[in-house]
């Protein structure tokens, strides 16, 4: 959900107030919690140190108190006469006068002459000083000798620690005071109401005092006190009441200055907000296409010159949309319509069921051109091509440029095929000027209907680029689309796609051919050929399949594919006593493969092949494609141990100057002389020259296509090595290679009849 500017500028002086009243919320809080958590604990110290002080001032006074006692001359008679009467006398009118509970008189010995209570005994005088246990009471004993003059005896007297007493303390110390007996629970004298001395005992029957403080809110400090526990403790809330006060302060103070940050963030809010409410809507017309009008605003600040930029934004934006629409649609070169305005054309035309013709123009070889005269040629030549389109056609057709050399032409049905064939005549007629030099361009054309030859827009463009193919097989101008013409199209596409499959899961073949030794008739090794039978597609021949496999560059796994068949096949027929040289043909591809001499090389090894059993063909044209790559291949493979053989010797491009330099083993005669070898004097010239020439390079010579037991006797006359051809056998499956061995080779030893079988295959 998308929020306003406004609402943003809102929320972030509010934040940003919000943000540093919290922080400081927190600081103050912390603050203050500390500083009250040391207020505790400085009052609650000062408390205990009031505490003993004002006990140790109180035994100071019942000491002087009991002194006067002690010093009574009529006491200390009565207790060196041991008159009971009158010491008991003396000890009750003397605590009735200073407000004593406890009173007793005994020897320096420990015997006790007169007491009001059972004290312990005790060999010490000082158990009968300070804060003592008496019978379940506490009491504040003071104990002074009486002396005649020497001590005869010891006067304690005790004061009663009670709820009293506690209560004086506390107002005292600002503090409650409370003493108990621990073990038992019993409370002797409390300051604390009464709900808490409750509570207070049940916590000391459980030793948990420090947790009973925290249910009541208190802090507190327990100390011993004799065999006594003293607890004193205070309210949390009414040390820290202050603390509190100043945050509530600081709080309501916050809050105040939040309302005025709103406060501003709503003035400041619409003093920005309406010019870019203004600035807004004009932005959305803009994203909406409406480039008219212009927004004012009359101010001098930044969004006075803000509206000023946007104007200027607007006008340059119409400006570049126009000329950005007008790139998309036509090509920059020649400022024809580009695919995508044919494209939208076509699809018009189609939809509104009109009919017309699609015309598309090439020039011949103009790649080649553009290579040997250099891209300005190039688009020089384009541009004058796309101009005299313009001018010839532009009355009544639609003109553009599809890529590179394509042009296209579309128009109603109107206009006859034979008056655009006219036209195009008259263009391509006159010579072409660039740099003040004349040249002369071939066109080709190919006309397609629509919409009977096509109602979608590829379709027809790809018809008609069949049809301008037709034009330049058969060297026309134009050509017209007839029914039926990319059929072998659309099965070169299937080939293409099926073949990588096949590779994948081996549904290709092999066939093996053999090899006859020219002079005794005997199989010496056999040439593997591929052969593939698709499901659908039928019987695919490798002239079909294997250009298409060089063009996708899947012919390097064909390629291996077919080494490692026809080495196994090797392999077996090697362990059953057959030793063959087998005859593998390359590709261009392969011999620009890096790894090929590697993956040979471990094919053997793996196979414990002899690499001179191995013979590689390669046609004159796969070497040509790279001479220096494919000579330093050829060299590696030999190098290795691996025959070579020059395949179709005598129908590529390889000079006698390049040949010397070849490494190669052995000769392969094209069949095209072989099959004329009995009948064409010329192929007799060729076939015996070539043989002298392989002889005086030392080479060996293979004759393929010998469909006659006449040109064999003729071949063996001219001394050639290996034969090859349908007289022999035709290709065959392995199985059948096997039986064709068992059952026929063997008369080939002989002269037998010609099996005139017809022709050799690919």
């Given amino acids: 959900m998308l929020t306003s500017f406004r609402a943003r500028l809102l929320l972030l002086f509010v934040g940003l107030a919000g943000s540093v009243l919290i922080a400081t919320l927190i600081a103050v809080t912390v603050a203050t919690e500390n500083q009250a958590e040391l207020t505790v604990e400085r009052e609650l ?48 009118n003397h605590g009735e006068r200073i407000g004593t509970q406890l009173m007793a008189l005994y020897r320096p010995d420990g015997t006790q002459l007169a007491s009001t209570h059972d004290l312990p005994a005790s060999n010490s005088i000082n158990d009968y000083r300070g804060i003592r246990r008496i019978n379940d009471e506490l009491f504040q004993l003071v104990t002074v000798p009486v002396r005649a003059p020497d001590v005869i005896a010891y006067a304690t007297q005790g004061f009663l620690v009670d709820d009293v007493l506690a209560e004086s303390l506390k107002q005292l110390t600002n ?167 044919l494209h939208q054309y076509l699809t018009g035309e189609l939809a509104s069921r009109k009919t017309g013709r699609l015309l598309i123009l090439n020039i011949a070889r103009f790649r080649e051109l553009n290579d040997r005269l250099g891209q300005r040629f190039g688009d020089k030549i384009l541009q004058q091509v796309a101009q005299r389109l313009q001018d010839e056609f532009n009355n009544d057709c639609f003109v553009a440029r599809l890529a590179g050399d394509e042009f296209i032409l579309a128009t109603a049905e109107k206009v006859s095929v034979d008056n655009l064939q006219q036209r195009l005549h008259r263009l391509v007629a006159k010579p072409w000027l660039v740099d003040d030099a004349r040249y002369r361009l071939d066109f080709r054309a190919g006309l397609v209907h629509y919409p009977e030859q096509g109602d979608e827009v590829d379709v027809l463009l790809r018809r008609a680029q069949l049809a301008a193919r037709q034009a330049a097989f058969t060297k026309q101008l134009m050509a017209v689309y007839s029914h039926g013409s990319d059929e072998e199209y659309m099965r070169r596409l299937q080939i293409l796609q099926a ?55 899947d ?57 001179e059993t191995l013979t590689l063909e390669v046609t004159e044209s796969a070497v040509m494609a790279d001479v220096e790559q494919a000579q330093q291949q050829l060299t590696e493979l030999r190098r290795l141990g691996v025959k070579i053989a ?92 096997e039986n064709w061995l068992s059952t026929d080779a063997s008369r080939f030893l002989q002269s037998s009849e010609p099996n005139k079988a017809g022709h050799d295959e690919t």
């Fill in 555 to 611: 012919i390097l796994a064909v390629t291996r594919w077919v080494c490692e068949a026809a080495l196994n096949q090797q392999q077996y027929w090697l362990e059953q006593g057959r030793k063959l040289q087998m005859a593998i043909n390359l590709s261009a591809k392969d011999l620009q493969d890096s790894s090929w001499l590697s993956f040979i090389k471990a094919e053997l090894q793996q196979r414990h092949l002899p690499a």
């Fill in 45 to 92: 110290t000062v408390s205990e140190r009031v505490l003993g002080e004002l006990i140790s001032i109180r035994g100071e006074q019942l000491s002087q108190a009991a002194q006067v006692l002690a010093d009574d001359f009529g006491f200390r008679e009565a207790v060196a006469s041991g008159d009971q009467a009158t010491l008991i006398s003396a000890m009750i």
């Fill in 175 to 341: 503090a409650d005071i409370t003493f108990f007996d621990a073990q038992s629970g019993h409370i002797f004298a409390s300051s604390l109401p009464a709900s808490q001395r409750q509570t207070l005992v049940a916590a000391t029957q459980e030793e948990r005092v420090e947790s009973w403080l925290n249910d009541e809110a208190l802090a507190g400090h327990l100390s011993d006190f004799s065999s006594i526990h003293l607890l004193v403790s205070t309210s949390r809330s009414e040390a820290t009441q202050e603390y509190r006060t100043l945050r509530t302060q600081y709080f309501g103070f916050g809050l105040a200055s939040l309302l005025v940050a709103l406060v501003l963030a709503l003035v400041t809010a619409r003093h920005f907000n309406k010019p870019l409410m203004r600035l807004t809507a004009a932005a959305a017309e803009l994203q909406q296409g409406h480039y008219q009008g212009s927004i004012e605003l009359d101010r001098g600040d930044e969004f006075g010159r803000l509206g000023e930029a946007f104007n200027s934004m607007r006008g340059a934006i119409a400006e570049r949309e126009q000329r950005i629409m007008y790139q998309l649609e036509h090509d920059l070169l020649t400022n024809l319509p580009n695919r995508k305005s």
């Fill in 646 to 737: 020059l395949d179709d010797y005598g129908t590529g491009y390889a000079s006698l100057s390049q040949l010397k330099h070849l490494p190669v083993d052995e000769l392969k005669l094209d069949q095209s002389f072989i099959r004329g070898l009995t009948d064409v004097e010329n192929d007799r010239v060729i076939v015996r020259s070539t043989l002298e020439l392989a002889r005086q390079l030392k080479l060996e010579t293979v004759a393929e296509g010998v469909e006659e037991e006449a040109a064999w006797r003729l071949l063996q006359t001219m001394g050639c090595v290996t034969l090859q051809g349908y007289f022999f056998s035709r290709p065959l499956a392995a199985t059948e290679f």
């Fill in 499 to 553: 073949l990588p499959e096949a590779i994948a899961e081996r549904k290709l073949e092999l066939h093996f051919q053999p090899k006859i030794d020219c002079a005794t008739g005997t199989v010496v090794g056999a040439e593997a050929l591929i052969r593939w039978r698709h499901p659908q597609l039928g019987v695919i021949r490798p002239d079909e399949f294997i250009p298409l496999a060089e063009q996708s560059g």
